[in-house]
């Protein structure tokens, strides 16, 4: 069996990977069961170790490269499970791709590998995906819909090595930028997130971190590497109905950093006032009613009044090296004398 540019494919691999009885049903007739369908000639059921071409535990090579455009699948696989027919727990697989690797592999194996050469014009609008994962929520006329995923990663570490060497990565993206450094249009993106989809559509969170109880994540969002970044954190372009960022009492925001993830300067909220503080304790404090509290003030320009009509808003203060001015109703000013002692 030989596969042919210029051709979808055979019919007998569609018929093979068949099963051995056919039911055909229409809601006005009843199922007719027909015999089974007779296998292509040199065609095994099983072709392992038998150096025969085939699909079960063989290599299968599909090769799709039509004279014209060619609209139909290089190759689907239609799953339908019945109604009441699944078990508790099972895992319903539409396409289940198995590979493993030696301890000694110095190679890359993957599993799936979708890949893509794209050379369309972008003002045609295409839209070039290498591997797409799309789940269509639909009424079931029952009950609530369940869950769906239209992406799941896992990565389980079942090697009981008490400090891994090697990373379990969920997910790597890696978008490398290899066009030359002149390209100022940016259309480079590591990761979009679009959510919603139609006018007045509700999602209620574009990225989510959860951790369950006990478990620990180091960093939620991590910047690494000796590259510059333009902007970290960008919500010029947001309308929130709350606000940007959200802290829970007793949390901070850290003002200097290192990147083993130490810091000395904080600013936050604990519980009851808006705190700057250091390594050594709490440095500024604001009240809600506006009461200050600070290890020191210094007011560094004297600015003193021309005269006592000066204009001044009461609680204005100001001095030189003779007089310490404050401002006690609208454009009235008072002064004491400074002595040495």
Same mark, same amino acid.
Request: aromatic letters at 8%; glycine letters at 14%; a negative charge.
């Given at each position: 069996?030989?596969?042919?540019?210029?051709?979808?494919?055979?019919?007998?691999?569609?018929?093979?990977?068949?099963?051995?009885?056919?039911c055909?049903?229409?809601?006005?007739?009843?199922?007719i069961?027909?015999?089974?369908?007779?296998?292509?000639?040199?065609?095994?059921?099983?072709?392992?170790?038998? +150096?025969?071409? #085939?699909?079960?535990?063989?290599?299968?090579? @599909?090769?799709?490269?039509?004279?014209?455009?060619?609209?139909?699948?290089?190759?689907?696989?239609?799953?339908?499970?019945p109604?009441?027919?699944?078990?508790?727990?099972?895992?319903?697989?539409? @396409?289940?791709?198995l %590979?493993?690797?030696?301890?000694?592999?110095?190679?890359?194996?993957?599993?799936?590998?979708?890949?893509?050469?794209?050379?369309?014009?972008?003002?045609?609008?295409?839209?070039?995906?290498? =591997?797409? +994962?799309?789940i269509?929520?639909?009424?079931n006329?029952? %009950?609530? =819909?369940?869950?769906?995923?239209?992406?799941?990663?896992?990565?389980?570490?079942?090697?009981?090595?008490?400090?891994?060497?090697?990373s379990?990565?969920?997910?790597?993206?890696? =978008?490398?930028?290899?066009?030359?450094?002149?390209?100022r249009?940016?259309?480079?993106? +590591?990761?979009?997130?679009?959510?919603? %989809?139609?006018?007045?559509?509700?999602?209620?969170?574009?990225?989510?971190?959860?951790?369950?109880?006990?478990?620990?994540?180091?960093?939620?969002?991590?910047?690494?590497?000796? #590259?510059?970044?333009?902007?970290?954190?960008?919500?010029?372009?947001?309308?929130?109905?709350?606000?940007p960022?959200? @802290?829970?009492?007793?949390?901070?925001?850290?003002?200097?950093?290192?990147?083993?993830?130490?810091?000395?300067?904080?600013?936050?909220?604990?519980?009851?006032?808006?705190?700057?503080?250091?390594?050594?304790?709490?440095?500024?404090?604001?009240?809600?009613?506006?009461?200050?509290?600070?290890?020191? =003030?210094?007011?560094?320009?004297?600015?003193?009044?021309?005269n006592?009509?000066?204009?001044?808003?009461?609680?204005?203060?100001?001095?030189?090296?003779?007089?310490?001015?404050?401002?006690?109703a609208?454009?009235?000013?008072?002064?004491?004398?400074?002595?040495?002692?």
């Amino acid at each position: 069996m030989r596969f042919r540019p210029a051709l979808t494919i055979p019919v007998y691999l569609v018929l093979a990977a068949m099963p051995a009885t056919v039911c055909a049903e229409t809601p006005d007739q009843p199922a007719i069961h027909a015999l089974p369908l007779p296998w292509p000639p040199g065609f095994s059921r099983d072709v392992q170790g038998s +150096g025969l071409p #085939g699909l079960d535990g063989g290599h299968a090579f @599909l090769w799709n490269r039509p004279t014209g455009f060619d609209a139909v699948s290089t190759l689907r696989i239609d799953r339908h499970i019945p109604d009441g027919s699944g078990e508790p727990g099972h895992t319903y697989k539409a @396409l289940w791709a198995l %590979g493993s690797s030696g301890p000694h592999n110095a190679g890359y194996e993957w599993t799936i590998t979708g890949e893509l050469h794209n050379r369309s014009l972008a003002s045609t609008g295409a839209q070039n995906v290498a =591997v797409n +994962g799309t789940i269509f929520k639909e009424a079931n006329g029952v %009950g609530p =819909v369940g869950p769906s995923w239209a992406g799941n990663f896992n990565c389980v570490d079942m090697t009981d090595e008490a400090d891994p060497v090697a990373s379990c990565i969920g997910a790597e993206i890696d =978008v490398s930028a290899q066009s030359p450094t002149t390209d100022r249009n940016r259309q480079r993106v +590591g990761l979009q997130i679009s959510t919603g %989809g139609v006018p007045g559509a509700h999602t209620g969170y574009g990225i989510l971190l959860g951790n369950l109880t006990g478990s620990v994540t180091d960093r939620g969002f991590s910047f690494q590497g000796e #590259g510059t970044y333009g902007i970290g954190i960008d919500t010029a372009a947001g309308r929130f109905s709350g606000v940007p960022i959200l @802290l829970g009492s007793g949390q901070s925001i850290a003002v200097d950093g290192h990147r083993d993830g130490s810091f000395a300067r904080t600013l936050g909220f604990d519980g009851r006032d808006l705190v700057y503080g250091t390594a050594r304790g709490a440095v500024f404090k604001v009240s809600d009613a506006g009461q200050v509290q600070a290890t020191s =003030v210094r007011e560094a320009q004297p600015n003193p009044p021309r005269n006592s009509q000066d204009a001044c808003t009461p609680g204005d203060h100001a001095w030189d090296e003779a007089f310490e001015y404050r401002c006690v109703a609208p454009d009235r000013w008072k002064r004491a004398a400074l002595s040495d002692w």
